[in-house]
C-alpha cells in the first residue's frame, strides 16, 4: 500500500490553491482600478481570497491525515522550514525598510501575495530535502 | 536505531512494497526505517513485532 495522495487527491489539494492564486490576481487588479468604492467594500474584496484559501486548509489538512508517519513527519519539517524562513526574510525586509534601505520591490514588506508565494517556495524546498533525506 | 527488519524480511521473501501494505505504511517508510534513517513510532513498532511475532526490543536496538 502506498500511503502518500493520488494524483487526484493532489490535483483537488491544488486546484484549490490556483483557485485562491487566481482570486488574489483578480481582487488586487479590482481594488486598484476601483479605488472609488467604500473602506467596506474594499476590505471585503481584498478578503476574498481568503475563502478559497480556507478549502486549500480544509483539503491540506485531509490529505494529511491520510498519509502515514513518515510522510507526515515530511511535512511538519517542510512547513516549519518554510514558516521560519518566511519569518527571518520579512523580518530582514522589515528590518532594512525600518532604517531607510527601501528595497523599491519591497516598499511596503511583502504583503499578503509575497508572503504567500514564499511560504510556497519554502515549503516546496523543505519537501525536497526532507524527501531526500529519509530516502 | 539499529534494527533487524531487512533481514527478517528477507527471510520471508517480502518486497518492501508487501511489507508496507501489511503495516499500512508508505514503501518509503520502510526503506527508511530499514537504512536507519527513520526511527518507527512505538506503535508502528509495535505493530512490526507483532507481525514477525517477536518482541520489538528484539527487533529494535538503541
Known sequence: MDCRPTLREQFKFNIWLAVTTATYLVTLFLVQH???????????????????????????????????????????????????????????????NAHGLVWETFPHGLEIGGTYLLMFFLWTLGVAFSTRRYQ | MKNKLRELRAAREWSQSDLAEKL???????????????????????????????????????
Open chain 1, 34 to 96: 476601483f479605488k472609488e468604492w467604500s473602506p467596506l467594500v474594499q476590505v471585503s474584496v481584498t478578503l476574498l481570497p481568503v475563502l478559497p484559501g480556507l478549502m486549500y486548509l480544509g483539503k491540506g489538512l485531509r490529505l494529511l491525515r491520510q498519509m502515514d508517519e513518515l510522510q507526515r513527519r515530511i511535512q511538519l519539517e517542510a512547513w516549519f522550514f518554510a514558516a521560519i524562513g518566511t519569518v527571518i526574510v520579512s523580518a530582514v525586509i522589515n528590518v532594512f
Open chain 2, 24 to 62: 499500512g505504511v508508505s514503501r518509503q517508510t520502510i526503506n527508511a526505517i530499514e537504512t536507519e534513517k527513520y526511527d518507527p513510532s512505538l506503535p508502528l513498532a509495535f505493530k512490526i513485532g507483532q507481525l514477525f511475532k517477536q518482541p520489538i526490543e528484539t527487533i529494535f536496538e538503541v
